[in-house]
């Protein structure tokens, strides 16, 4: 019998997307396959909806807006399966998604986690800003893609049509062992949103396991769908969770270097807001810092982390190479 997946779309407020993208997933030309929607206190009629157009689909309520990471933590002690694909509410799957996944999860018992390409709903010859090709970090712990630097998309012209371990899946469509989840404890609650699955595959690779790039397997993502890429809250979490990853996982001797340099890096970001007019941005980078300084001290890890060489990990600064050096493209920054 083929091994269970249970594909869980966490949804907060997605009504509309759930009528349209929820039946491609049921479509799912995988034999044994549960669909979960768990719906993190949606104040619009989501519940409802789900209830009356998808009867055989698992509905779990979490009572209260949990975020991202505790939504899934919440919900996943509640889902026995072999494997779980996390999966955005605005994410578009073609029937045949599951099985090259499965197939490399089943062949290879030190994967953990698997990302399959993430291309633009909008573009679909075109990569899409959540994972791409899959999920690189730089020295100061900016993350980046196979496909995707910091705002550029590169056009999908099979550049990266090879299976890869990476260093993070995308939480818009993980791949993810079900053991291997909860042997890591699931998400760090305290992310809420943004990076908590940079955060788990960090800790999974420095547990001996692996994350891959499945680029057999393809799905569209519109993106935004929860928090805009404008919005002031998403530029929050995601410069003070990039500095909570770092304190959680650096191996000691390089923690103090690494985050004073990310901490200039973040200053030099603040001031480019401020020359733009994003005052609320800049703002939100601030914020984050304060948060970070204030309680940094209780997510170090209680034992001391070995300086790893990772999959994915670049040890150079892509704001550098970015910015400085004109370097637009992956394949211009990792040579292989």
Excluded at 80 to 96: F, R
Aim: aromatic share 12%; hydrophobic share 45%.
């Amino acid at each position: 019998m083929s091994p269970k997946v249970s594909v869980v779309i966490l949804n907060f407020n997605t009504s509309t997307l759930l009528e349209q993208l929820v039946p491609l997933v049921l479509d799912s030309d995988y034999p044994n396959l549960e669909v979960i929607i768990a719906d993190n206190a949606s104040t619009d009629n989501s519940v409802a909806l789900c209830r009356s157009l998808f009867p055989q689909v698992r509905m779990i309520e979490t009572g209260v807006n949990l975020g991202y990471a505790g939504g899934y933590n919440h919900v996943l002690k509640q889902v026995e399966a072999d494997y779980y694909v996390l999966l955005n509410s605005d994410v578009e799957v073609p029937s045949h998604w599951l099985q090259p996944m499965v197939a490399l999860a089943e062949a290879e018992a030190d994967i953990a986690a698997i990302q399959p390409t993430i291309l633009d709903y909008y573009h679909k010859s075109r990569f899409e800003y959540a994972g791409a090709a899959g999920g690189w970090i730089d020295r100061y712990g900016y993350p980046f893609c196979r496909g995707r630097v910091f705002h550029v998309l590169e056009e999908q012209q099979e550049q990266y049509a090879n299976q890869a371990d990476i260093f993070w899946a995308s939480g818009a469509a993980m791949f993810i062992r079900a053991s291997d989840f909860h042997a890591a404890g699931g998400f760090d609650q305290h992310f809420f949103a943004h990076m908590e699955e940079i955060d788990l595959c960090w800790r999974l690779q420095l547990a001996g396991k692996r994350i891959v790039f499945c680029p057999e397997s393809s799905v569209y993502h519109m993106g935004g769908g929860t928090l805009s890429h404008q919005s002031a809250q998403k530029t929050y979490l995601n410069f003070r969770n990039g500095l909570l990853l770092l304190e959680k996982n650096l191996a000691e001797e390089l923690r103090a270097k690494v985050i004073l340099g990310r901490l200039f890096l973040d200053g030099i970001a603040a001031v480019k807001f401020i020359l733009t007019g994003k005052l609320r941005h800049a703002w939100a980078i601030w914020r984050a810092h304060r948060y970070f300084h204030r309680n940094r001290r209780r997510f170090r890890p209680e034992h001391p982390v070995a300086a790893t060489r990772l999959s994915g990990n670049y040890s150079g600064s892509i704001v550098w190479d970015f910015y400085l050096r004109g370097k637009r493209r992956f394949r211009d920054i990792v040579q292989h």
